[in-house]
């Protein structure tokens, strides 16, 4: 047990003294990247996926009506 008490307090003070910490003006030129990164993201995957449904949904129409 006194490992884990151990492996703890040295994990705390590597946060607290050895780790270096994003500047507040890096995180929210970060935070904008990503955010704009994902909405491309989203729209790009709302486009592919409504041209595959109107596509799929034209080929089996067209496949309902050859066997009319």
């Known amino acids: 047990m006194s490992s884990f008490v151990d492996f703890l ?3 705390y003070n590597e946060f607290r003294h050895k780790v270096e910490w994003p500047k507040w ?3 929210q030129s970060s935070t904008i ?3 704009v990164a994902t909405v491309i993201l989203a ?4 486009g ?3 041209l595959f449904s109107k596509a799929i ?3 089996i129409g067209m ?3 050859l066997f009319n």
């Open 33 to 35: 990247v990503v955010t």
């Open 9 to 11: 307090k040295g994990s």
């Open 63 to 65: 496949l309902i009506n």
């Open 48 to 50: 592919v996926d409504e």
């Open 25 to 27: 003006a890096d995180l």
């Open 43 to 46: 729209l790009f995957t709302f």
């Open 57 to 59: 949904s034209n080929i």
